[in-house]
């Protein structure tokens, strides 16, 4: 009975996380979006800053109509979007915040491999939705969705084998307890690589040729309206939180910081992917989108053999402090 | 799926033989799970075969390949499992609705999926499927899975009986695989090529050959517009 307290506690609070940091994630982008621009944004819902804007956002969501195209293939349409949210829910549960039992939603032994492997099957939500709205834009976006995912997904799993290598292990609580602060330089490539890589999977800028708004209008959600549009928006930031949460778990030893992990193990998560998550916004706001041929080009000319040096790199130092 | 029991697997080559027999009379709850997961995947799979839709043939084999990482899960094979959906559902059938999306995927009924063949291939399909059933009850009746113990489907057990047991098999399937990635890039590369030479013969033949490239690098073409 205790068992199914506590399964169940865990799964309420991974929800609770993935409602609540994806639109943490967004109100921040509105700000820093602001500033860095040099302009306003919403100032107005709520008084103080905006601070409502979100919500208003979310009301002005559900108030509109769910439409569906004619010509479109109805059910794929509208089961899309819960393709391509539903598994950075399923991300969130294994992604450790702090050193204990309770800090993790689902300790899985093969963390790594289940992380990124789900991750890659949300890219299937938008391939349907390109597919199923019967537009020549959702067409052209889903396609290059497709180009993007399949460019990237290589750095990307070899930049995650290397940490699993020099881990040891490829369970993420267990990496985390095999890390030393010298690995950061250690694995340096290999982060970077990580990182850009899962970028240009969520296609964020400026790897957002797939929704590029100046040539195809939104890509694969141009005909999505209402509370199914914003499911796909939500997508987006929950794969950020998802993104950076990885990427500090891996390569920025995620609750070990100056002062010891004990107790405040999970605010040096939580701090590093926030800054994490920072730079995600920063980045969109200062590049330029990349054409696809240069998007293409950057993964396979440059992502991928920078991925194989980290890999020989840690394979190397493995072997000579073993 | 995390939620799946701790269990274990085969993945020792050399599996325990069995000292107790095995009765299916009173079967557990993950004897029952695998068995109505299998009839899922198995009505996915006849879908996938038979439904005149392109792409729905294509996402009904997403919850066939789905359906039988869920039954590696549920034998204990945790690895195996997230590597079956790494590879299929994440790459090979994104790969394949690129292929569809690319050349023609029609919404509604495409009239001539459809095959002449379609009683060959349900009897080869038979066939195969007779054998590999055969084969594989044969060679493992006395093999089980103790689902109770502790896990033996872990990476662990898996890498270590992959790189201790079966090494060679395994670089020899590498070097396969090195043999069909070269392979594919010289196709590619002489389609190019001849495109190019019958674009240099006669004006009008450049469109042809090249949307036939496989093009592991499909936008640069984009880029060249």
Redesign the interface.
Known sequence: MNGALDVALRLVAVFVVFLVFPLVVGQTEHKVMAHMQGRLGPMYAGGFHGWAQLVADGVKFAQKEDVVPAQADRRVFQLAPAVALLPYLLVLLVIPIGPGEGAVGQAVDAGVFFALAVMGVGVLGSLMAGWASANKFSLLGGLRTAAQLLAYELPMLLAAASVAMAAGTVSLPGILHAFHWWWLPWQLIGAVVFFVAGLAELQRPPFDMPVADSEIIFGAYTEYTGLRFALFLLAEYAGIVVLCGLTTVLFLGGWHGPWGADGLGWVWTLLKAAILAFVVIWLRVTYPRLREDQLQKLSWTLLVPLSLAQIALTGIVKVVIS | ???APTLSLAAAPHGSLAAAPHGFLSPTGVEIAFLLVGLVTFGAALITVTTRQL??AA?WL?VALGGLAVEYLLLTA??IA??Q??IY???V???L??GL??TR?P??RSPDADSDNRWVALAVATAAAVALVWVVTNAFRTTWIDLTGP?AG??RVTGASLFRYWVLPFEALSVLLLAALVGAIVLSRKAKAKAKADADGDGDAGDEPAARTPAP????K???R
Do not use: N
């Open positions: 799926m995390s939620l792409v729905h996402l997403v945790e690895f997230w590597v959906v790494l559902v994440g790459s059938v994104v790969l609705l690129f999306m690319l995927a919404i509604g896990a872990t990476t690098v499909p936008a640069q984009d880029g060249a």
